[in-house]
């Protein structure tokens, strides 16, 4: 059996936190680009996501397919990068909680966000994340005099994280508080967000090239 990492993902999408992972991990991979559209929703795709979404990865047999759940998986598979407190350390803790925290509540808050969707005020109770503010006030605490989520080192958790306020606060859906700011830039100068970033930048479509 081959322990090869295939990597399914669009430079426009989620997929950029799994190749932030890929590079922090450091091994080789093949990366296939899904396109939009009738590719992501084919039966060769669906037998990889039946969900149709981008990012994927095949590491030999084991398929893995939500962003969190890749950058979990990863940390763990090779432990040797050091981006997870190992199993049985007691920071494992805190990494679980800001990995599903980010997986979960700002995940669904940025999402509303985005659409317009906001929360009545007395149907918070019912709503995992609450209201958004309250998912900034928390994230805005966690991070207040820390450099990282989890302990003092980074860690997968800082990566999922920090990935959804780097591109929250960019894209306008996330609030840039100076906390944020100063946390997305201490992280994406990290050399394999710069790797990342630069590989899936040059797998843009060229300006006028899509119809
Ligand atoms: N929960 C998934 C979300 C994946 C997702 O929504 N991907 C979008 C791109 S960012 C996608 O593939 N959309 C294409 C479609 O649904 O047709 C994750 O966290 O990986």
């Known amino acids: 059996m081959t322990d090869d990492i295939v ?3 669009n430079p426009m999408s989620r997929g950029r936190i799994v190749r932030w ?4 991990i450091g091994r080789p991979y093949e990366t296939r680009v899904v396109e939009y559209g009738p590719a992501m929703k084919s039966a060769e795709y669906l037998a990889i996501n039946p969900m149709g979404k981008v990012p994927a990865i095949r590491h030999g047999e084991i398929v893995v397919t939500e962003a969190a759940a890749i950058c979990a998986y990863l940390a763990d598979a090779f432990p040797e990068a050091e981006l997870a407190p190992p199993p049985g350390d007691r920071l494992r803790g805190p990494y679980y ?5 980010g997986a979960g509540p700002i995940e669904a808050a940025a999402s509303n966000k985005a659409l317009g969707f906001e929360v009545p005020p007395d149907r918070r ?3 995992g994340y609450g209201s958004l503010e309250d998912v900034l006030n928390t994230l805005e605490g966690a991070l207040t005099g820390r450099e990282y989520l989890v302990g003092d080192r980074f860690t997968a958790a800082d990566l999922y994280v920090g990935s959804q306020l780097w591109w929250g606060m960019q894209f306008g859906t996330l609030q840039k508080r100076p906390v944020f700011e100063t946390y997305v830039e ?18 843009m479509p060229a300006p006028g090239a899509q119809g």
């Not at 992972?21 to 922090?24: F, W």
């Not at 909680?97 to 925290?101: C, D, E, G, K, S």
């Open 21 to 24: 992972m890929l590079e922090e």
């Open 125 to 127: 109770a019912m709503v």
């Open 97 to 101: 909680r800001w990995l599903f925290f």
């Open 7 to 9: 990597f399914y993902t």
């Open 186 to 203: 201490r992280i994406k100068a990290r050399p394999a967000a710069k790797r990342a970033n630069a590989l899936d930048d040059a797998l």
